[in-house]
């Protein structure tokens, strides 16, 4: 090799030619100089600061210096920096896409977390049943209370209808043609029980009784049906079907004299020939003749009906001589309730006026 063509030595240091100094004295001389290239990390700050002020002064120096062409605007235009991105006011920056929140990569559950979860939805379940356990009580409740009060309200309506029943007013059927006009077959009416306890019976009043020496000859009814029949008949929500009563006119009172009849064919009571308007028209007062006298606490009774009437007159052999006793008397009829098409008040006659008190 030919060293001779190779430059000395001192001329390749740090491989630049032997023109441009090394870095140690290029350092050295910007240091002493007060000057720094750009990149110089080393250089004093503010020797830029200061740099770029005078630049600044002698660009806009500059600019005030040199004409302007006719057709410029006379403020200078500047283009916005390339770097930067405008934005309306108010508006926040996009995150980076690093920054957006990623779905988590999903793992199957563990075995304690299957566990966990089945445990909380079973209790879950068991709350939801639990609340629909209690719902329906509530709905219970409520449907008990309501029924309740339905079956308070009937009981004491059965309580105070039973209580009427037995000592204010009952209804009964008229069963017979007995009573003809003046009651029908089928009429309901209704019987004041206030009579004979607190209003004393009256000559003429129509009066219902227990047939307590079987006038009737009913034979006794012991079928099922016939005790469902008597609770309805006690409870007052049915009307008595009188079978086991009569319904009569009362003729004669205690004490009285009452015999049949008179030259005309009229009743005498107490020596006063009576004439009865209520008698069914074209029947005779009475075709049977008797004469009696009331003891005491008996009635004589009588059908309007007389052709018609299985009363006092057809009984004077038996062992009460057709007499009614005053304590078998349920009570007064005052009122026809039914059909209404026949609804009308049972008062009391004047054909008994003249007639006077028993001696």
Known sequence: MNHSSLPPRNTRRNGLPPSIPPRSQRRRARSSSGLALPGDSTAPKELHTHQ???????????MQTTPRHPGMPSTPQFPPPRDRVSQPAGTARSAPPSAVNTPPISRPPSRKERSQQL????????????????ESKKRVSKTWLALREVIMVFVVALAISALIK??????????????EDTLQVNDRVLVSKLVPSMRQINRGDIIVFEDAHNWLQTPPDHSPFSYIKEA?????????????????????????????????GSIVVNGVSVKEPYIKPGVAPSEIPFDVYLPADKLWVMGDNRANSGDSRYHLDDSDKGFVDVNDVTGRAFVIMWPFSRWETLSNTDAFAAVPASP
Do not use: Y
Request: proline share 4%; charged share 25%.
């Open 119 to 134: 445990e909380a939805d079973s209790r879950t379940q068991h709350s939801f049943h639990d609340e629909q356990h209690k």
């Open 232 to 264: 309805l008949i006690a409870l007052g929500l049915r009307p008595d079907d009188s079978e086991n009563h009569l319904i009569k006119r009362v003729i004669g009172l205690p004490g009285d004299h009452v015999q049949c009849c008179d030259g005309d």
């Open 52 to 62: 770029g002020k005078a630049q600044q002064r002698s660009g806009t120096e500059s």
């Open 166 to 179: 037995a000592f204010l007013i009952q209804a009964f059927i008229i069963p017979s043609q007995s009573m």
